[in-house]
């Protein structure tokens, strides 16, 4: 009857709510045992809790003969231990039986999936490419100018540099180079950044890199 399967291998049963319930204890076995076979059927439908169809139908499905499923509607409409919706004129009507308790856990357990659900597409509403990844693994805003592979590679050994030398970059700090950084061209950054790394030291000093290009030796004048 149903496209969709029950995924989860048990259904929470009460044995003390079972026996307390005191509108189903009244019934009779025949339909006590076509309740709890119709329990088991709804835990499998698409829609945890409901079962439609006529009710010969319904009958074949919990093994029931029409004339036991036709007393267990009218018991059911009786002591009102579930939501019976038929005609009871019309034999071959559709029926809707409802356990208002596994279909209530049922829209309550989808409520919660749909709100992490829409969550988690929040979270996610921002650009895709593999820049703005990138740059989200790293700590503060990388600045335009600077958001290439090179810079954020030595940004990063920048902040591990930092914290195996016990004085991790605090916010305020983060902020402050970076904006010191987005001034020079992102080689010249990476420039900086290394240097520091190399000599051990805790800060970022621009003014103590010579802007001159590394003179290469030449094999003419010999």
């Known amino acids: 009857m149903d496209e969709k399967m029950n995924k989860r291998p048990s259904l929470q049963f009460y044995p003390a709510d079972w026996l307390k319930a005191v509108d189903l204890q009244m019934c009779s076995m025949n339909t006590i045992g076509i309740w709890i076979n119709l ?4 835990w499998e439908a698409k829609e945890e809790g409901i079962l439609i169809g006529k009710p010969g139908e319904l009958a074949l499905l919990v093994g029931a003969k029409p004339g036991e499923f036709k007393r267990f509607l009218k018991e ?5 231990f579930c939501d019976v919706l038929h005609n009871v004129t019309d034999c071959y009507a559709i029926v809707t039986i409802k356990c ?8 309550e357990r989808e409520r919660v999936k749909l709100a992490m659900r829409d969550k988690r597409l929040r979270e996610s509403d921002v650009p895709s490419s593999s820049s703005s990844s990138t740059t989200k693994k790293h700590k503060g805003e990388i600045p335009y100018n600077l958001n290439e592979p090179n810079f954020l590679k030595a940004w990063e050994d920048w902040q591990k540099h930092r914290t195996e ?3 991790s970059l605090t916010p305020t700090t983060i902020g402050r180079q970076l904006k010191m950084l987005a001034k020079f061209p992102a ?5 900086i950044i290394e240097t520091s790394i190399e000599n051990g030291w805790q800060g970022l000093f621009p003014d103590r890199i010579s802007k001159k290009p590394k ?6 004048g010999r």
């Open 39 to 42: 329990l088991c059927r709804m």
């Open 76 to 80: 059911a409409g009786s002591h009102n």
């Open 100 to 107: 208002r308790r596994m279909n209530k856990v049922f829209l």
């Open 165 to 167: 030398t016990r004085h």
């Open 187 to 191: 080689a010249r950054a990476v420039e």
């Open 215 to 220: 003179e290469t030796p030449s094999n003419f």
